[in-house]
C-alpha cells in the first residue's frame, strides 16, 4: 500500500468534510417506492428518485424480472457478438424502436455506456459535436472521446447554436439532452431541429428524464413538441421511468444500429444487458402503453407540489418535466437543508459544485406517480418547516 497516496486522499476527503460538501451514501432496506425505510434514518417520502411512474417496484414488472432471471439465468457472460445476444434483447429492442417511433434500438448497459459508444462512432474525423454546454456528463465524456471537433453552445441559445453550426467543420452533429436533469427544463427541439435542416446536420437526443414521462402518451420530449419523425437519434435510460433497473439504449436507423454493432466499444467489449434487467424493462414499457392512468397520476403531482412549493414562498425554475430544482446558493447550504429535511422524514438530495456551477446549488425535487396526496402534503410541511428554519422563506404569520 502506497501511504502517501491514501493519505493525500484522507486529506483531500477532511477538506470536503470540513467544507460541509461530503456525500454520504444512504442505505435504503426496502425497495424503491414512494414511501422506503432507510437505515440512516427509518420510514422516509422519497422525492429523490427517478422512479417517475412508480413501476421499480411494479408486481408485473418484478414478475417480469424474476422470469427473465429463471428463463436465461443471472447474466450473459459474454458481450453481444460472441454469444451474449438473447432472444430478450431482440424483443426488448423491436419494442423499444417501436415505441419510440424509430427503424431500429440498441441495448446498452446502462445510458452512460450508450452515449460513449454511440458519439466516437459517429463522431469521427473530419466532423463537428456541437454540445448544449449543461449536457450530462456521460455526453460530456462522449464527446471527448471522439475523435470530432468539439464545440459547445450557450445552454439553450438558439443564436449561439447557429453560430457553432456555420464554424463547424464537415457533418455537424447537435447533440442535446431532452430534459436537462439538473434545470428541469426541456431543450428547444423546434428550434434545433429547423437549424438541423437549414444546415443538414445530425440530431442527437438524450432523453433520459423524459423517456416515460414526457409527451401525451409517455414517449418523451420528442412526442411533447410534435416532432415523430424529425430527430435522427435517440438515447435514453430503462434505470428511470422505463423500470429503473439499470440499461440503456440507442435508437435511430437500421443503418446506425449496424453500424454500433460493428465498431461502438461499449458494445464490443462489454457484457450484454441481462436478462432479468432485458425482461422487466420491456413489461415496464407494456404496462405504460396499457395503463395511462400512471403517467396523468404523476402529472397531477407535479402541479400539486409545484403549486405548493410556490404557495409556502419557494421559487422553483419552471418547467415542464417531472424535476423541480430550488435554487439556495452555495454547495454546504443545499447539503444542510437536505439533512433537515432528511431529519423530517422527507429524501430530497441537495446538488451543489461540481454537478452545477459555484453558486447555484440546488434542491432537486423529483415526482413519482407512486406518491399518494398524503406524502405530498407531509412533505410540503417538511419544507414549509425547514424552509423557514433556514431562512430560504418567510416565517408563519402569526
Known sequence: MNRAFNRDLAAELDALRSAGTYKRLRHLTTPMDARVHM??????????????????????VIAAGIEGLRRYGAGTASVRFICGTLDIHRRLEEKIAAFFGFEAALTYVSCWTANEGLLPTIGVGGTTLVSDELNHASIIDGCRLAAAKKVRFRHADIGDLERRLQEAEGRAFIVSDGVFSMEGDAAKLPEIVALAERYDAVTVVDDSHGSGV????????IEHFGLGGKIDILTGTLGKALGGAAGGFVAGSRALVEMLVQRSRTQLFSNALPATVAASALR??????AQPELLAKQRENVAYFRAGLEGLGFRPLAGPSAIIPIIVGQTDFAIAMSDRLLREGVFVTGFGYPVVPEGSARIRVQMSAALERTDLDRALAAFAKVGRDVGLIAPAAS
Open 284 to 289: 415496464a414499457i407494456e404496462v405504460l402503453e
Open 39 to 60: 437505515e440512516e434514518a427509518g420510514d422516509v417520502i422519497v422525492l429523490s428518485s427517478n422512479n417517475y411512474l412508480g413501476l421499480a417496484d411494479h408486481p408485473e
Open 214 to 221: 414526457m409527451g401525451a402518451t409517455g414517449r418523451g420530449t
